[in-house]
């Protein structure tokens, strides 16, 4: 079964940092680009950091998390991962990864695949 799951969302302070994992089961994530978007309530869904298919995927960030957030693979554990720093309210989403995204945090395909999301509150 083809499966995206996400994990390591949570109640975060201001300024602080938190990882949030996708990981893959029924096939290989290194195959894709994946992509993190993010969707706060009543907000339009917003593509954050994408990485392209491959060891040496390039990566693209929206301005908005540039030089905060990072996104990497983990080949062993058939995951992909976003790491937040000096996380702030206007981060507070929902946050899902995808499958056949591009280099612009475009999904490519109709069958690209999606986990079931992530809460990630940011809040004193």
């Known amino acids: 079964q083809v499966q995206l799951v996400e994990s390591g969302g949570g109640l975060v302070q201001p300024g602080g940092s938190l990882s949030v994992s996708c990981t893959a089961s029924?096939?290989?994530?290194?195959?894709?680009?994946i992509g993190w978007f993010r969707q706060a309530p009543g907000k339009e869904r917003e593509g954050v950091a994408c990485i392209t298919r491959g060891t040496d995927g390039e990566t693209m960030y929206a301005d908005s998390v540039k030089a905060r957030f990072t996104i990497s693979r983990d080949k062993a554990k058939n995951t992909v991962n976003l790491q937040m720093n000096s996380l702030k309210p206007e981060d507070t989403a929902a946050y899902y990864c995808?499958?056949?995204?591009?280099?612009?945090?475009?999904?490519?395909?109709?069958?690209?695949?999606w986990g079931q999301g992530t809460q990630v509150p940011v809040s004193s």
């Open positions: 995808a499958t056949d995204v591009g280099i612009n945090c475009n999904i490519e395909t109709d069958e690209a695949a």
């Open positions: 029924g096939f290989t994530l290194d195959y894709y680009g």
